[in-house]
C-alpha cells in the first residue's frame, strides 16, 4: 500500500528566502507525481506534474525534482512571498495497468511573514 | 471562466436526512473524481469515474452514490448521514485516468450535526 509523507509538517520563514518542501513515498512504481497547493478553506490549485520518466519540472519560482529509486520528491521555492503563504500537497499516481487513483501526502503548512 | 464548479460550497443537515452534492466541469474532460478531506486535512479518492463509468470504488460506505449523467457532471448523493460524514469533499477532474493533471473544484464542506 503506497504511503505518502510530508517533511516538515509546517514551517514558517521570513520573505526572501528560498526554501524545500519534501516528499516521500513507500512504493517507487509510479506513474507520476503531482503538486498541489491549498489555501485557507479553498480547493486544490495545481502546481507542477512530474512524469515517472522526468527529473524536474519548473515553473516561475518553482522548481520540483524527483527521485523515483528513492522515492523522493522537492520542491524548491525561490524568494518566498507572503502570497506563498498555503498548505502544500503532493500526491503520486501508481503505475497500473488500468485505472489508477492518487494518493496523497500529508502536506506542509507554510506561512511565509513579512 | 473553464473550470471544476461544485454546490453548495456549505452543506449543515441533520443526522439521518439525505443530500446531494453537485459537480460540473466544462474542461472538457472524460475523467471526474469524489475525494474526501477529513478534519485531519487528509484527502482520500471515493470514486472515479471514466466516460461515464465508474472506475475507481474506494471502500466507500453504500450510503455514499455517485451519479454520472454526462461526462461534465458528477454528482454525489449521500444516504443517512453520520456524523463521521461531516468534512469536506472535492470534485476533480481530468483527460484521461492516468499521465494527465487532475484540476480540483473549490470543495463543500459538509457538517452534519
Known amino acids: 500500500k503506497q504511503e505518502v509523507t510530508q517533511i516538515p509538517a509546517a514551517l514558517s520563514v521570513p520573505e526572501g528566502e528560498n526554501l524545500v518542501l519534501n516528499c516521500s513515498f513507500t512504493?517507487?512504481?509510479?506513474?507520476?507525481l503531482q503538486w498541489f497547493r491549498q489555501d485557507p478553506g479553498k480547493g486544490l490549485t495545481s502546481l507542477l506534474l512530474?512524469?515517472?520518466?522526468?527529473r524536474e519540472q519548473t515553473s516561475g519560482r518553482l522548481n520540483a525534482s524527483l527521485d523515483k529509486s528513492s522515492g523522493r520528491s522537492t520542491l524548491y521555492i525561490a524568494a518566498s512571498q507572503p502570497g506563498d503563504s498555503a498548505t502544500y500537497l503532493c500526491?503520486?499516481?501508481?503505475?497500473?495497468?488500468?485505472?489508477?487513483?492518487?494518493?496523497f501526502g500529508t502536506g506542509t503548512r507554510l506561512q511565509v511573514t513579512l | 471562466d473553464t473550470a471544476v464548479s461544485q454546490t453548495p460550497k456549505y452543506l449543515v443537515t441533520q443526522m439521518g436526512n439525505d443530500k446531494s452534492i453537485k459537480c460540473e466541469q466544462n474542461?472538457?474532460?472524460?475523467?471526474m473524481y469524489w475525494y474526501k478531506q477529513d478534519s485531519k486535512k487528509f484527502l482520500k479518492i471515493m470514486f472515479s469515474?471514466?466516460?461515464?463509468?465508474?472506475?475507481i470504488n474506494e471502500t466507500v460506505p453504500n450510503r455514499f452514490s455517485p451519479k454520472s449523467p454526462d461526462k461534465a457532471h458528477l454528482n454525489l448523493h449521500i444516504n443517512s448521514l453520520e456524523l463521521g460524514d461531516s468534512a469536506v469533499y472535492f470534485c476533480?477532474?481530468?483527460?484521461?485516468?492516468?499521465?494527465?493533471?487532475?484540476?480540483f473544484g473549490p470543495g463543500t464542506r459538509l457538517t452534519v450535526l
Open positions: 469515474y471514466n466516460n461515464k463509468e465508474l472506475i
Open positions: 476533480a477532474s481530468s483527460q484521461g485516468q492516468t499521465n494527465n493533471e487532475q484540476f
Open positions: 512530474i512524469q515517472s520518466s522526468q
Open positions: 500526491a503520486v499516481r501508481p503505475w497500473t495497468g488500468t485505472a489508477s487513483k492518487l494518493t
Open positions: 512504493d517507487s512504481a509510479i506513474y507520476n
Open positions: 474542461l472538457g474532460h472524460d475523467t
